[in-house]
């Protein structure tokens, strides 16, 4: 009885939310990214993600920058450069608005650009925008920009994200909720999932064909595979899993586009390092590396070997791949005349990313065979930024430069290889002379040999562009130079259909989850302290408050030693030290811990768990949206266990001894023995690649309607279940075997009642009882034991935020996350120990 | 439980066992082909006579990386448990002798503990301390601390009022003596019992670790890692990512197996029962 009640609840919970399905228009395009945006605005931070997203969709700027990397004209109509370089004079566009109503005129100029550059700002590109002396106004279409200095490149830095134009009335909230003049606005944004844009009917040029924009995050190249498999996704720019792409091209409905990105990956040394600062051992690991097998292996084909820190695609590029033959023998004797006959030792730091970290078992392989002996580290980005990037403990990393013309980091004080040349600084300094293309690629060309003769790093292959689309996807543009997915002229070919309502409904289900645990638990404690006294009652409260408050230290110590700063993390490479300082202040991240630690422990006490340092939004909404995932997977996988878990106990139970009861008894022991994320994987190969029946992964929201939302959850809640009715089913067996020898049981058979009436009557109720204490604690289990289910399904819960948080070093997410786990696993043995007073009346005497 | 079973499943569990721990001693000195050798021009290929497995993404004979990952599993679970009962056991013990203040701190301790979903704190403990074998130890290890007090102190408790111990009291015999002599001995069943149990929820939690990549680092093979890469490949190889999930099944279903049959065998309360 226990047992329908709780599923009917369930199904009433998960009934509340079932609007009316819509159908699937065809103006709506589904664009994945493999990583998702901490914010949104493009200002602040240098996420590429932020840009991929907003800029060129949402954002606009004064000119932009075209296939070819010509600048073009955008807000700004025309332009003049004074003679001296140091005026640049803006005629602005007419009948320009931004989407808050906000008209665009020369003050808009200069409140965008004086913010840039203003002391605080987090701008990435505020060095670089610092050459602005003054921004005059002119009269309200024309805007004046003083300079300190010539600047050739200003038009450049004017064509980037972190230079475009927002609204005086917007910027408080740019983060999560931007206001652009572009020919999109935001209108939603499920965390962990997708962010939707429409059309701007506003828009002051030729308005989109395409109605609405939904980005989804998928970084994990096999759901990617399944989701481009399965048309969950039309577009897919920087596809991460190359190789599927063989598969991928055969598929006509499907349109494969791989060409050259402008990132580089290169082996870098660290030059700071002994034997890694001569130039003999440095030749050595060149000798040592083989590319061909490299790009095989991480790439599985794709990528173009390169012999400097230089695109191929560019007309000024020099093949330098010849200049160190794949070579062990040489690079050995390379090793013995540096002094090092019998090799040496080197750590080998790898980010996240799949080609880091298969061309970094690779490397390590080749490096071996040359008596390099290499030990791999892999490493988050928040502590590779903090151990590589930014104090330069590392003898070698591999990483891709993914800046178009970026040979000027070669020259920079300090960087992170650290590479010095006096002649390369010559180079540079000739190149900025230079006038005519003729001298400058001739400079270019010395630029790569100098880098490339001083072997500064191992130079392994230009990153690939492969990208997969629906085939029926037109003018879909990706802005090669900047970082811009340019949706303005996509369409489906002759494409109509219905409008998609993308409003996100935050955490309803999670409200009304939470409320009836909260009445649960407040009956509970009633019932309590009505039956035992308040003094019993406040003396377990004590215990409970105890645990909490010691688990809260623990969990904020942990995460506060996690190495990486959350700042340096959420601005990336560029960002100055001056920016980072200045973010860390807007975070609250300066002060001594205990004073934190008390600040966030007072938030908890009123239900504040603080704002989210990457999402900028309060971590309890956040945590909302989540629950909406999690409670109603664990509840479904909960159910499952039951219903497949129960039944075969009982059978088990009342076949003792017999054959049945060893075959079931053995299978749940193999039950209990999978692992189930592995069961998980299988689960997805057969039912999403093979038979695609359902999605491989994400979630579609329950606003899209109860079956697809239910179709979302089935396999993941099933993978969970699987081992828990494992142990459901040898629970129930045990529970009811213990039963059926008890007296009561003897006499109800005494009275007349037949085997199964006994057991059906007095045996099942008594049975409950270790089922539903198993159930109880398993919950809490369950919700955040999905982390690698939910991993696996790229699902938003509870479980993958916190391992987000904590991989982009969102501290405060992860502590309010874990601190509401930790509560929910005490209450819930809170509640066990109570339930268990309540039905045992053996244990009340003790309890008083 | 049925007489027949118990033996089976003892006997079928201790050969698992054996072999699981005889492949990862093994895979110490001898694999059929060397893990760290890269054959890039080969990879994928499937189960053949030379290589009973076949070869992984960069061209590696999978039975041996299944051997290497035994190696592994056998280490970092082992480890981990030897951790936990070394810390826990000796807890258990003192709260139980002590009772009191002492065992008051000591139970909250492990409540503290076990407030956290294992698996969030180990991923806590991982990003903290960086990955790695030997933190994947810790982070597993955390959570035997707790299982092996409370167990120590519960039957430790019930000892301590048997009459022999009792009796060494009259004689004069101090807490710690009792505890190291008379009480410990009693527990070594229950104590070989919970170790092979918690020995199974290692080799999968270690899985688990090493699958989100937080456990042993490449190129040291473990079958965590094994699925991970193979997951990516399920559409092109798909035998790839079930040699290791196997292998992890089967080891784990012979560690439960044991200690199943060993409870059966040896833990003195289920004597008389049917």
Request: proline share 6%; net charge neutral.
């Amino acid at each position: 009885m226990k047992v329908s009640a709780f599923l009917g609840l369930a199904a009433a919970c998960l009934l509340a939310f079932a609007p009316v399905a819509q159908a699937a228009p065809k103006d709506t395009v589904t664009v994945a990214l493999q990583l998702e945006p901490p914010n949104l605005d493009p200002t602040s931070g240098a996420a590429v993600a932020v840009d991929e997203v907003v800029y060129g969709a949402v954002f606009e700027g004064l000119v932009r920058l075209d296939a070819q990397g010509a600048v073009k004209p955008l807000l700004a109509t025309w332009w003049e450069i004074a003679p001296d370089g140091l005026t640049y004079t803006f005629h602005l566009r007419d009948g320009v608005k931004f989407q808050d109503g906000t008209p665009f005129d020369a003050s808009i100029v200069k409140f965008s650009l004086e913010r840039a550059i203003a002391p605080g700002s987090t701008n990435v590109q505020k060095q670089a925008l610092s050459v602005i002396r003054q921004v005059e106004v002119v009269d309200p279409r024309t805007v004046r920009l003083h300079l300190s200095a010539p600047y050739s490149d200003l038009l450049y830095t004017l064509a980037w994200g972190d230079s475009v134009m927002v609204s005086p009335k917007s910027v408080a909230t740019l983060a999560t909720a931007p206001v652009g003049t572009g020919p999109f606005r935001f209108v939603g944004w499920r965390r962990g999932d997708a962010i939707t844009l429409v059309r701007n009917d506003g828009y002051w040029g030729q308005p989109a064909k395409l109605k609405t924009v939904r980005f989804r995050f998928i970084g994990d190249p096999a759901a990617a595979f399944a989701a481009i498999k399965t048309h969950e996704i039309d577009a897919f720019p920087d596809y991460p899993a190359p190789e599927n792409l063989a598969q991928l091209r055969a598929d006509p409905a499907l349109k494969v586009i791989t060409g050259s990105s402008e990132g580089e990956v290169i082996l870098a040394i660290n030059e700071r390092v002994g034997p890694l600062a001569d130039v003999r051992v440095r030749r050595a690991i060149q000798h040592a590396l083989d590319r061909r097998a490299i790009i095989d292996g991480a790439m599985y084909g794709y990528g173009t070997p390169i012999g400097s820190h230089f695109p191929p695609q560019n007309a000024a590029y020099v093949d330098l791949t010849g200049l160190y033959p794949h070579d062990v023998a040489k690079a050995k004797a390379l090793l013995a005349q540096a002094g090092y006959p019998n090799g040496l030792d080197l750590t080998l730091k790898l980010p996240p990313p799949n080609y880091a970290r298969r061309s970094g078992e690779i490397v390590a392989a080749q490096l071996a065979k040359a008596g390099i002996r290499v030990k791999i580290e892999t490493l988050e980005w928040a502590q590779w930024l903090d151990q590589v990037y930014g104090r330069h403990v590392f003898d070698l990393t591999i990483v891709s430069h993914a800046e178009p013309m970026d040979y000027g980091i070669y020259d920079k004080d300090d960087y992170y290889f650290g590479y010095h040349s006096a002649a390369f600084h010559r180079l540079m300094q000739a190149l900025e002379a230079a006038t005519d293309e003729g001298q400058r690629t001739a400079i270019l060309g010395q630029i790569q040999r100098q880098i490339a003769q001083d072997a500064v790093n191992g130079f392994l292959f230009q990153f690939p562009r492969l990208g997969v689309f629906d085939a029926r996807l037109k003018d879909f543009w990706l802005n090669a130079p900047t970082q811009t997915i340019d949706l303005r002229a996509a369409s489906f070919g002759g494409a109509g259909g219905a409008e998609a309502s993308t409003q996100t409904t935050s955490g309803a289900a999670g409200a009304i989850f939470g409320g009836v645990l909260a009445l649960a638990v407040a009956g509970g404690l009633a019932l309590v302290a009505v039956r035992f006294g308040a003094a019993y009652l406040a003396g377990r409260a004590a215990v409970m408050l105890l645990t909490l408050l010691v688990a809260s230290l623990v969990v904020f110590t942990i995460i506060q030693v996690a190495p990486g700063d959350p700042a340096a993390y959420m601005l990336g490479l560029n960002a100055s030290p001056e920016a980072i300082a200045n973010l860390r202040h807007q975070m609250g991240l300066e002060g001594p811990a205990a004073q934190r630690y008390l600040a966030w422990l007072l938030g908890l006490l009123h239900g504040d768990f603080g704002v989210s340092y990457t999402y900028q939004t309060p971590v309890a909404a956040l945590i909302a949206e989540r629950i909406g995932v999690s409670l109603p997977l664990a509840g479904l996988a909960m159910a499952l266990s039951i219903i497949i878990g129960a039944p075969i106990g009982a059978l088990a139970a009342a076949r003792r001894g017999k054959a049945a009861d060893t075959l079931v008894m053995g299978l749940t022991q193999i039950g209990v023995a999978i692992p189930n994320f592995w069961f998980a994987v299988l689960l997805v190969m057969v039912f999403s690649i093979g038979l695609k029946w359902v999605s491989a992964g994400g979630f579609p929201g329950w606003e899209a309607g109860l079956v697809p939302a239910l179709k979302a959850l089935a396999l993941p809640a099933i993978a969970l279940a699987a081992p828990q009715a494992a142990i459901i089913a040898r629970v129930v067996r045990s529970a009811l075997i213990d039963t059926l020898t008890e007296d009561w049981m003897r006499t109800a058979r005494a009275k007349g009642l037949t085997a199964g009436q006994a057991l059906w009557r007095h045996g099942l109720p008594n049975a409950l009882i270790p089922v539903l204490t198993i159930l109880g604690l398993q919950f809490p289990f369950l919700l955040a034991g999905g982390v690698i289910i939910e991993n696996v399904f790229f699902l938003p819960g509870l479980g993958r935020l916190v391992l987000q948080a904590v991989t982009q070093r969102d501290l405060i997410v992860a502590q309010g996350v874990v601190m509401l786990l930790v509560f929910v696993v005490v209450s819930a043995n809170f509640l066990v120990d109570l339930a268990y007073l309540l039905v045992d009346p053996r244990l009340r005497s003790r309890a008083r | 439980m049925s007489r027949a079973r118990r033996p089976l499943a003892l006997v079928v569990g201790g050969i698992i066992t054996s072999g699981f721990i005889a492949a990862a001693l093994l895979s110490r000195i001898w694999t059929p082909y060397d893990v760290a050798a890269f054959d890039i021009d080969h990879r994928l290929q499937g189960p053949s006579a030379a290589h009973w497995l076949g070869l992984d993404h960069f061209g590696r004979d999978v039975l041996s990386m299944i051997l290497v990952g035994a190696g592994n599993a056998l280490s970092v679970s082992l480890v981990a448990v030897l951790l936990g009962a070394g810390i826990g056991v000796p807890l258990g013990l003192l709260a139980a002798a002590r009772r009191g203040l002492v065992d008051e701190l000591v139970m909250r301790a492990t409540d503290v503990v076990f407030a956290f979903p294992a698996l969030i704190l180990a991923i806590l403990i991982t990003a903290a301390l960086g990955p790695g074998a030997i933190n994947a130890i810790i982070a597993i290890g955390v959570f035997n601390v707790p299982v092996f007090a409370r167990l120590t102190r519960g039957s430790a408790l019930s000892l301590w009022t048997r009459d022999y111990v009792l009796a060494a009291r009259a004689a004069g015999k101090g807490p710690a003596r009792i505890s190291l002599e008379h009480i410990a001995p009693g527990l070594a069943s229950v104590l070989i019992v919970q170790a092979t149990l918690q020995f199974s929820l290692g080799v999968i939690a270690e899985a688990g670790l090493s699958y989100v990549g937080l456990g042993v680092q490449p190129p040291a093979a473990s079958w965590g890692k094994m699925l991970a890469d193979a997951q990516t490949l399920a559409a092109i190889a798909p035998l790839q990512a079930v040699f290791p999930g196997l292998a992890i099944v089967i080891t784990v279903l012979g560690l439960n197996l044991l200690g199943d049959g060993l409870r059966d065998r040896l833990d003195p309360r289920l004597d008389g029962e049917p």
